[in-house]
């Protein structure tokens, strides 16, 4: 049973395109996180949520606590977003993860 | 900006060799981890460590263990590497208490042939 489930696996979307990924989970959580991996292994912290909507530049991170669901948003996708997208909720001090939404964005 | 850096970005080792990865950040955290990555596993914690010379297991400690003599510096150890533990190591690292928001190395990719 996982904890953290992402949707979906796989995206290829076209430069310009509006994209959504979605995490929902299973347990009480304290924050929530999306983290971006680029090919070469290195993760690097999008977002740290609790409640409501982050925006950084054309990145939206969203949460419903009671749905315990969460989305993040790019709009105006542009090649340099493709990446591994990786969300993760923090539970009693332990890190949760789902297992990635591998996106492609084609020029 | 928060520096985590980890031993090497590429080893290849033999089965049954000792390996030691290294992880070292300089923003002054309390907390340091071990990760495994896998295709289609997602992340998994292997050890943690709260403060110099404390650990705990995470959910898949058998075939490791760890070291931290220093805060800065938290050791993995594969004390007889398998074909099994072919895999990318993550190390991270962040401040107490929680919510908290980790910082990660650059990753190891570990060959055992």
């Known amino acids: 049973k996982n904890e953290v489930e992402q949707s979906p696996q796989n995206l290829t979307a076209q430069e310009g395109e509006f994209i959504t990924i979605n995490c929902s989970y299973s347990v009480g959580i304290s924050a929530l996180h999306w983290l971006q991996q680029h090919p070469g292994g290195g993760i690097v912290s999008l977002f740290m949520l609790s409640s409501g909507k982050k925006k950084h530049g054309r990145l939206i991170a969203t949460i419903n606590i009671q749905e315990k669901h969460s989305s993040l948003h790019i709009t105006a996708s542009h090649p340099r977003d493709s990446a591994v997208y990786i969300c993760a909720v923090m539970s009693r001090s332990q890190f949760y993860f789902g297992t990635g939404t591998s996106l492609t964005v084609i020029p | 900006d928060v520096k985590v850096t980890q031993s090497s970005r590429y080893l290849v080792k033999r089965t049954g060799e000792k390996v030691f990865l290294e992880c070292v950040q300089d923003?002054?955290?309390?907390?340091m981890f071990w990760y495994r990555q896998d295709p289609g596993l997602g992340l998994r914690l292997i050890y943690f460590s709260y403060d110099v010379k404390m650990k705990e297991k995470g959910d898949i400690p058998e075939g490791y263990s760890v070291s931290r003599e220093k805060k800065e510096r938290f050791s993995l150890i594969l004390e007889s590497a398998s074909t099994n533990q072919t895999s990318m190591y993550l190390c991270a690292s962040s401040f107490n208490p929680p919510p908290y928001e980790q910082y990660f190395g650059p990753g190891t990719r570990l060959t055992v042939t």
């Open positions: 923003m002054d955290h309390e907390n």
